[in-house]
């Protein structure tokens, strides 16, 4: 898993109702439908539209942090299966024994992490 997608739907008597949904792909209808888009692989915002949001608002940290709030346990997972994934990067990166291959794989691994 990868992403985390939220989606509001507007219920008749105004209300909202929330839909969090973590997947492996964003869908096209993700990327119309959904309000947020989180990757977590990279650790970027692929979408934010919520009106009235600062360019503070829309940082990964800040909108994973307020999630997180919510929906704890499925945030903190998808944290540890990346932060797992970053250790093992880095230690093949590190291996003397590696192939150039593999070294050059890690570090853009690690550089595209870096990035965003």
Do not use: C, W
Not at 82 to 92: F, G, N, P, T
């Amino acid at each position: 898993m990868r992403y985390v997608i939220i989606k509001y739907a507007q219920k008749a008597d105004g209300k909202y109702d929330e839909s969090f949904i973590i997947s492996e792909k964003i869908k096209n209808k993700d990327l119309d439908y959904a309000t947020v888009i989180l990757d977590y692989a990279t650790r970027t915002v692929v979408k934010m539209r919520l009106p009235n949001a600062t360019q503070e608002d829309r940082k990964f940290t800040k909108i994973s942090d307020f999630y997180k709030e919510h929906y704890q346990k499925q945030i903190e997972e998808l944290e540890q299966i990346y932060e797992i994934r970053d250790k093992l990067v880095d230690m093949v990166a590190n291996k003397d024994d590696e192939s150039p291959k593999d070294k050059k794989e890690a570090s853009e691994i690690r550089n595209d992490r870096d990035k965003k």
